[in-house]
């Protein structure tokens, strides 16, 4: 399953095309070193974390949003798939993401991210809250929404959301 579960709706039609055909896909270069832009950072207008990791030879991990995405390393200095793209800019990487009529510059997160964030943070816009707690090295969170109601959502100390967990009493 590995890369393919990464595959958004494109990746996967192109996929089964070059099995249909017999046709080999392009492979990452692995020669490519992994990119000067690992790291985390803001995107401006979203407000949203967005996370480049290191991954197998010749790609990046971008995490942003719901899904991560693998990103091929180019020899120009960007990394691709077929709806993002990372580039080199003089103040730091952009993205950009033309299925979602978006382009900007990455802000660097500075610091150290926080590890106590237990609490009940509250959006007005939505009329939602979302508490989170610490058991552990594990972070629980519950979304009262009629699609999470009885389900709490565990994350990793890395902040990678590992699945639902079973309902717990408040």
């Not at 996370?51 to 197998?56: F, G, N, S, T, W």
């Amino acid at each position: 399953m590995g890369q393919a579960a990464s595959w958004d709706a494109h990746e996967a039609a192109v996929a089964m095309l070059a099995a249909v055909l017999d046709q080999d896909r392009p492979k990452p270069d692995a020669a490519l070193p992994s990119s000067a832009w690992v790291g985390t950072y803001t995107e401006p207008e979203t407000g949203l974390a967005v996370r480049i990791d290191p991954a197998v030879a010749g790609q990046v991990r971008l995490r942003f949003g719901h899904a991560a995405e693998q990103l091929d390393l180019q020899a120009d200095g960007t990394a691709g798939s077929t709806g993002t793209r990372l580039r080199p800019g003089k103040d730091g990487p952009w993205m950009d993401r033309p299925g979602d009529n978006q382009r900007s510059r990455l802000l660097p997160c500075k610091g150290t991210p926080a590890h106590d964030i237990t609490g009940c943070y509250r959006c007005e816009e939505l009329g939602a809250d979302l508490t989170v707690f610490n058991a552990g090295r594990v972070l629980y969170g519950t979304f009262p929404a009629s699609w999470a109601k009885d389900a709490w959502r565990c994350w990793s100390r890395s902040g990678r959301m590992s699945g639902f967990c079973p309902a717990r009493a408040r």
